[in-house]
């Protein structure tokens, strides 16, 4: 019995596609960064008002798209969403940030988080295809996140505490301070 929590493997036949994909990400890497990297070097403590504020309206959109449909490459509800095209899109419309890449290059972008400093609005990343941050979901609070899962399930909602997440958990990190 296939576990519904083990994200599909591409097909053969789209290795090719992916390599492409792959080298075009790499060359679109350097545009659009937000923040200078020297920030991400500290761990965020503490929030200001308007970042848990922004935190919120973030988690709640993310939660509005619930069942919305996956597809790998997918950045928006009329196309349906892969992981960082779910967390762009939503970043996008409910905090303002024009973001871009991969879940790796998301990780990159962001600052971390403290432990016990998780709040709604937060990136979580894990090594679901066994390279680091090779999936991110939104944390909408009470051990819980939105993410694009895969074809069958599409975008849901999960406890980080669930033994598949809980396992290949990577870390927290921020857009929002």
């Not at 492409?20 to 920030?39: D, E, F, K, V, Y």
């Not at 939660?63 to 899109?89: A, E, K, N």
């Not at 009470?142 to 599409?154: C, P, Y």
Request: aromatic share 8%; glycine share 12%.
């Amino acid at each position: 019995m296939m576990n519904p929590n083990v994200f599909p493997t591409p097909k053969p036949r789209c290795w090719a596609c992916l390599i492409g994909a792959a080298g075009l990400a790499l060359l679109l890497q350097g545009c659009g960064t937000t923040r200078p990297p020297a920030s991400q070097d500290r761990p965020v403590l503490q929030r200001s008002e308007q970042a848990v504020e922004r935190g919120r309206d973030v988690a709640l959109y993310a939660m509005s798209l619930i069942d919305q449909r996956y597809r790998w490459g997918g950045r928006g509800p009329d196309s349906g969403f892969d992981c960082s095209g779910l967390v762009v899109h939503v970043f996008r419309e409910a905090a303002g940030l024009d973001l871009s890449g991969n879940a790796a290059a998301l990780s990159r972008l962001s600052r971390p988080v403290q432990a016990g400093a998780l709040q709604a609005g937060d990136l979580l990343f894990f090594n679901t295809l066994g390279q680091p941050n090779s999936h991110v979901g939104v944390y909408v609070g009470q051990g819980k996140f939105v993410h694009a899962a895969n074809e069958r399930s599409g975008v849901r909602m999960d406890r980080l505490s669930d033994r598949y997440y809980a396992a290949r958990f990577e870390g927290a990190k921020t857009m929002l301070d």
